[in-house]
């Protein structure tokens, strides 16, 4: 590997005015904890920027780890010289030969950005330019659509040199917008609607109903797993409460308005939610609903149930369509766990026709002829089991099952 | 006692039995259950199979588990073969491979595949080039195992893989048994589609092994049943040896580097002892390539091999000839023929294999064993022949 170290450019956070230095150490929080697994690796950050030093850690591997940090617009591997003519010219004839098939075309664009250097930048691009035409007999400069464009950027500890720049995840550094809870049923939908609040720099608390025995102790695993994924997004680890919501769903069963049935469970579902937020001080709810996807995601539905709750809804997926979230799950590496065919409580007792534009009137008579409801409901929000899942562990396990590993 | 038949089976690790009989007392139920006693059952595996894929860099879907070394061979090489056989019908192994995949080639002769089996050289190793010129366009499947079990020589992996990536219709099978936890083994980089390990040759418990399956590999199973093991291999998985190979695996990658350096030196010891007793020919040679680090093999010409283990072991050391799995043939070893050894040397080859336990003191007591040995067995020697 020719490159010594990576040049990490900052995303939107740039220009955030006065926040913008609080952003700068969030985002270099989160480089650290990403290059976690790679102990050599040494992020640091300097005004706009922040270099980490491979130290002989493989690219590779990091490279595909800062791809999912958030805040990032782009990077690039580079080759770190000493400001000084020989030492660049050595390190850009360098960086060319270690294409393994010799590019044809290449140009040099430096920065110099550090004035005191004796070359101008445009002396610079002739003295290196030419240093490795001289070296490298097949290669000829393209100014224009070069195969390979060598920078060469010019500071005063030291000149970096590189040629490409992977796009970044872009987005702001987790958690700088804000706390959100997300409704996370444990379908193809909701822990995309996650990344893409992660990725805005929502912080994230996930809250799932579970209607055990109904749903099955796999289900809850199922989630616990997307809640991991989630969590290698956003800084390792990810809180998840678990509500118990077999009492009101089968006392809504009960009742007997079959096809009212989903919009009564997703407005219960809002208030257990709501109240959760409040006690983690959350500002916004977050739902993987998709306009027209399902009877409860019209928009006679949304309107019925969106009015539930004070707090804003965030629907960040509500103009896609299904097949463009489902190439996002694949991406974010939730798919081939969200598919796994295990009932969750919505699945459950599936009306053959629920309602796609649900009577707000009729639906408000039907709660209040229920006064157990709040009860049920407050209830729930105190049966709420809450585990911190950790990205990289197996979640919980006891002390002797770790041993056997 | 001195046990130096490590490449037949080792000691298992203390940590590794405790693993095995916890495991087993506390997870007993199905893995395939739906209730919960089932569903932590299965956790232990899919653990296990992370355990094993974070170890080599790969998948955990990648790996599936095995009763050992020999189904996993088996696994790899026939279900490649009966799978990918409307790409064609040749496949190339060597003729040094162990007998787990060398039968599984002679079956499928006789089910018509054709099967080319290349020679090694008189050190033990096979040469890429020859692999090259044995392949066609008709060529489905490559097998070369990463370290002989007889003579310990290590085969050009990396080299064979890397030529093989230009043959994406090529699958590339490597038997790892006698490798892992010795030598590094660097499947994506090397090219490797199916890769063996067997957990008893690492320290860990019997009747486990695993066998890595590329994504996108297809196999036509061995066994029919349930889905287990990505529908690859039917039948309920043995639970606590998985996790105590997995165990097994991890205690002897993490500690590899530090193996290989300790055992390089032990080696060279034992080689430069045996190299002074005239009556001995040290089989395997390091100019030739790659050795492994806890093998040494050497053959006495004109004496009966079986003679010599039972000497050894009078005097308190247990070696072995040729591999276990066809010790009880007393014809001259299939290996040493296939690497052009004259007749005599081929017949009277003993195989000594070490572990961490030993010392070189262990080290030095066995070479002075071997040299009594030698000169109490001299007066019965059989020159000229030396057929049994």
């Known amino acids: 590997m020719i490159y010594d170290r990576i040049i990490l450019r900052l995303g939107e956070i740039t220009v955030k005015g006065r926040n913008r230095g609080r952003f700068e150490k969030r985002l270099l929080e989160q480089v650290v904890e990403a290059l976690k697994s790679f102990p050599r690796a040494k992020a640091t950050a300097t005004y706009g920027r922040i270099y980490v030093e491979l130290n002989g850690e493989a690219y590779e591997p990091i490279r595909d780890r800062l791809k999912d940090v958030f805040g990032l617009s782009s990077f690039s591997p580079a080759k770190r010289a000493d400001s000084e003519l020989e030492s660049i010219r050595d390190a850009a004839l360098a960086i060319m030969r270690s294409y393994p098939d010799v590019p044809r075309t290449f140009k040099v664009t430096v920065k110099r950005a550090w004035k005191q250097f004796p070359h101008t930048s445009h002396e610079m691009n002739h003295l290196v330019g030419a240093h490795v035409l001289r070296a490298t007999p097949n290669l000829k400069v393209d100014v224009h659509r070069p195969d390979v464009e060598l920078h060469v950027d010019i500071q005063p500890e030291g000149t970096y040199l590189y040629c490409e720049a992977v796009p970044g995840a872009g987005g702001f550094p987790y958690g700088t917008n804000g706390k959100a809870i997300l409704l996370l049923s444990g379908g193809i939908d909701s822990p995309v609607a996650g990344w893409m609040a992660m990725r805005k720099g929502l912080e994230l608390e996930a809250v799932h109903f579970h209607s055990y025995p109904f749903t099955s102790e796999q289900a809850k695993d199922k989630v616990v797993e997307l809640a991991r994924r989630l969590a290698y997004y956003g800084g390792g680890s990810l809180k998840l409460h678990l509500v118990p919501f077999t009492d009101i769903q089968t006392a809504l069963v009960r009742f007997n308005k079959e096809h009212l049935l989903i919009t009564l469970m997703r407005r219960a579902m809002l208030r257990i939610a709501e109240r959760i937020a409040d006690r983690r001080k959350a500002g916004a709810i977050v739902t993987g609903d998709s306009l027209g996807q399902v009877a409860s995601q019209t928009l006679g539905s949304m309107n019925v149930i969106g009015r539930t709750t004070s707090l804003p809804l965030l629907r960040p997926l509500v103009m896609m369509d299904k097949l463009e979230i489902i190439r996002m799950a694949e991406r974010i590496g939730t798919y081939e766990t969200s598919i796994l065919p295990y009932e969750d409580c919505c699945t459950l007792f599936q009306p053959k026709s629920p309602s796609t534009n649900p009577n707000l009137n009729v639906v408000e008579r039907i709660e209040s002829s229920m006064p157990e409801l709040d009860g049920m409901i407050a209830a729930a929000v105190d049966g709420t089991e809450t585990i911190a899942v950790e990205y990289g562990s197996g979640g919980k396990v006891g002390d002797l099952e770790e041993s056997w590993f | ?388």
């Open chain 2, 1 to 388: 006692m001195l046990y130096f038949d490590h490449c037949a089976s080792t000691p298992p690790h203390k940590e590794v039995i405790r693993t095995l009989a916890e495991v087993m007392e506390h997870h007993y139920a199905n893995p395939s259950s739906l209730h919960k006693p089932g569903a932590e059952a299965n956790k232990l595996i899919e653990r296990a199979r992370e355990q094993a894929a974070a170890l080599f860099g790969v998948k955990a879907e990648e790996w599936i588990f095995t009763s050992g070394g020999t189904e996993s061979n088996n696994l790899a090489i026939k279900g490649a073969a009966r799978q990918y056989r409307s790409r064609g019908n040749h496949l190339v192994t060597t003729g040094i491979e162990h007998a787990s995949v060398y039968e599984a080639f002679r079956q499928l002769e006789r089910e018509g595949f054709r099967v080319t089996y290349v020679p090694a050289g008189p050190g033990g190793h096979v040469s890429p080039e020859r692999i090259r010129e044995a392949c066609t366009d008709d060529t489905i499947l490559v097998s070369v195992m990463h370290v002989n079990n007889e003579v310990g020589a290590v085969q050009p992996i990396a080299e064979i893989g890397r030529w093989l990536r230009s043959r994406p219709k090529t699958l590339f099978h490597v038997d790892g048994v006698q490798s892992v936890g010795k030598l590094p083994v660097s499947l994506k980089e090397w090219g490797i589609d199916l890769f063996s390990i067997s957990a008893h040759k690492l320290q860990g418990p019997k009747g486990v092994g695993l066998l890595y399956v590329r994504e996108d590999v297809r196999l036509d199973p061995l066994f029919s049943g349930g889905q287990h093991e990505r529908g690859l291999r039917a039948g309920t998985q043995n639970v606590p040896a998985i996790v105590a190979a997995a165990k097994a695996l991890r205690l002897a990658i993490e500690s590899q580097p530090l193996r290989l350096e300790r055992m390089t030196r032990l080696r060279e010891r034992l080689v430069r002892q045996l190299q002074a007793i005239p009556e001995l020919v040290v089989n395997g040679d390091a100019s030739s390539g790659e050795m492994a680090p806890h093998i040494v093999h050497f053959s006495y010409p004109g004496m009966k091999p079986e003679v010599i283990v039972h000497m050894l072991e009078q005097n308190g050391v247990v070696v072995s000839t040729k591999s276990a799995c066809s010790s009880k043939d007393d014809r001259p070893s299939r290996v040493l023929l296939a690497m052009g050894l004259p007749h005599d040397r081929a017949a009277s080859g003993v195989r000594i294999s070490f572990g961490d336990e030993h010392t070189e003191q262990d080290i030095d007591k066995l070479a002075a064993i071997i040299r009594t040995t030698v000169d109490t067995l001299k007066p019965l020697e059989r020159k000229g022949g030396g057929q049994a």
